[in-house]
Every structure is written in structure tokens, then in C-alpha cells.
């Protein structure tokens, strides 16, 4: 196993050879202009779903979830998402959408909210997509007192790994995703890639925005679930549909590029979970989630 990379000195625009010098900010890039929601009504917002978010045809679930996350944090008074739980009813496609949040109760430390995505079928009828349960917080007010055993993953440095360009697209067709970010991958975990997969089912990575925008707690939601499948590595093709995803955000992450690192144990019935850590540029575990996926053998 590669030897673990110190932590990053610079900002991932430095980080990535021949970068122009400008980098998006938070709150204005192409991930705030796409997750944007517009308030129609208390509760209820329009959002018009970017085809820029894609694999093959459907919408990448991570890009979802911060769409969501961002319409309850408009409707709940503590800003950052603490934990959130999505079930994913049906595949959402490019193009509007509403979503209905809900606030399901308010406390002094955390508030708890529910949120649906909904779009119309082919016969005009409205579908729900995605439903989440999440509790929100403020990350600024926490304690600084960590005790952890976990430790960040054994990653090489960033310009030893592999991107999109560097190789086959890890799905067929459109993944129009791979263009919105910088994912560069572990070596190690790229044995799917050449046609020799591992079996291991693990998938590690670099990770940030395409335009050099640093992460925050709602990109974390994203970062979760952009890696390519670790389905991959256990020696499967083909799209790999989340059932359910829960993710943890413990902390609001340094600048720099994320270290993402995802594993699956058990493959049953064709379903796998995958648990993922996200670590920041600081060493600091920022997020966490586990999420069920279905997998179609054969």
C-alpha cells in the first residue's frame, strides 16, 4: 500500500498543474449556480436540474442531496447539515423541479426538516425522486475536543493519481459529471480500469471542483458519492443505483483538496452498502456516510 501523502500546503489550484490563477469561491460557482433554488412559497422551491450532473442519463445522487440540503437550509434556522438520510424513489432527470420542505422540529442545537424532490412524467404526473429526513446545526459552534482511532487514508500524492482523461470513462455513455470535477484517482484502486479489478471493493481519491472552488459542508454531500463505484473493483459493470445514503458532516473543511475513501464488505442478493470518510486538507475526518446501492449481476 502506497505511504500515506502529507498534507497539502497549498490550495487546490495550486495543486493541479497549469491552472489559471482565478478560482471560483464559494458562492459563486458552477456547483452554487446549479444547486441554486428559487423560493416560490414558503416551503416550496423550483429548481431547473443541470444535465451537467449526469451519469448516462441520471442525475448523479450526491448533486441531489446538496440540492436539497441547500433548500432546507433556507428553511431551517441553524445553517449546516449535521446528518442527512435520502431514499432515492426514481431516477431524476435534467430539467425542473420542485422541491416541498417541511420543519419537523426546531430545538436550541439542532433542527430537524423533511424535503422531497418531485418532477412531472411523460403524462404530466408528478413523481417524487428523493426523500430525506435531516437534522441541521451550526459547525462553528462545536467543541474542539476530537478522540478518533480513524486515520486518513493512504492516498499518493495528487499528481501520482489518475483522472478521467488519463483514461476509459468508468461507465458507458454520457458521464457528463467527470467535467464539474477534479477526481483524481488512487492508483491502487484503478485495477477495474485496465481490466483487472482488485476484488477488493475499495475506491480512493483526491477530490474537489473543476473550477477550484473549495469545499463546504453541502459540496461534502457531494463528495460522497462522486467516486466511481467500488462495485467496479469487485469485478461489476453497469450503473450502480443508490437506494439509501446517509451522511455525517462533522466539520466545515479546511481549503484544499478532499481525500475521499470509499469501501464495501458485503456484496448479498445484489445489494452492497459503501462507507465512505472524507478528509480534509488539515488531517481533520470532515464527513462520513454509508449508503445501500443495488448492483445487476450477470
Not at 491502487?188 to 474537489?208: C, V, Y
Request: hydrophobic share 40%; charged share 20%; glycine share 10%.
Amino acid at each position: 500500500m502506497p505511504e500515506a501523502a502529507s498534507a497539502p500546503s497549498s490550495t487546490l489550484g495550486d495543486a493541479r498543474a497549469g491552472e489559471p490563477p482565478s478560482r471560483a469561491v464559494i458562492g459563486d460557482s458552477e456547483f452554487d449556480r446549479d444547486t441554486a433554488v428559487t423560493r416560490r412559497e414558503p416551503g416550496v422551491y423550483d429548481i431547473d436540474l443541470s444535465a451537467g450532473w449526469t451519469i448516462i442519463n441520471a442525475v448523479n445522487g450526491g448533486y441531489l442531496l446538496a440540492v436539497l440540503g441547500r433548500a432546507l437550509a433556507d428553511t431551517l434556522p441553524h445553517p449546516d447539515p449535521f446528518t442527512v438520510s435520502a431514499h432515492y424513489l426514481t431516477a431524476s432527470q435534467p430539467g425542473p423541479a420542485v422541491v416541498r420542505t417541511q420543519t419537523v422540529r426546531t430545538g436550541r442545537t439542532l433542527s430537524t426538516g423533511q424535503a422531497s424532490l418531485f418532477q412531472y412524467d411523460d403524462q404530466g404526473d408528478e413523481v417524487e425522486r428523493i426523500r430525506v429526513l435531516a437534522s441541521y446545526g451550526d459547525l462553528s459552534g462545536l467543541p474542539d475536543d476530537v478522540r478518533t482511532t480513524a486515520a486518513p487514508p493512504a492516498i499518493p500524492p495528487l499528481d501520482q493519481c489518475f483522472g478521467a482523461d488519463d483514461g476509459p470513462a468508468p461507465v458507458e455513455g454520457s458521464s457528463a459529471i467527470t467535467g464539474r470535477l477534479m477526481l483524481k484517482l488512487d492508483p491502487a484502486t484503478l485495477g477495474w480500469a485496465l481490466g483487472a479489478p482488485s476484488g477488493k471493493g475499495e475506491m480512493r481519491a483526491w477530490f474537489g471542483l473543476a473550477d477550484g472552488r473549495d469545499a463546504d459542508p453541502l459540496s461534502l454531500l457531494l463528495a460522497v458519492d462522486a467516486l466511481p463505484p467500488t462495485a467496479f473493483e469487485i469485478g461489476l459493470k453497469g450503473w450502480v443505483p443508490t437506494v439509501e445514503l446517509t451522511v455525517h458532516v462533522r466539520h466545515r473543511p479546511a481549503p484544499g483538496p478532499l481525500r475521499v475513501s470509499i469501501t464495501t464488505r458485503n456484496l448479498a442478493g445484489g445489494f452492497l452498502e459503501e462507507d465512505a470518510e472524507v478528509w480534509d486538507s488539515e488531517d481533520r475526518l470532515v464527513a462520513q456516510s454509508r449508503q445501500l446501492a443495488r448492483v445487476r449481476l450477470g
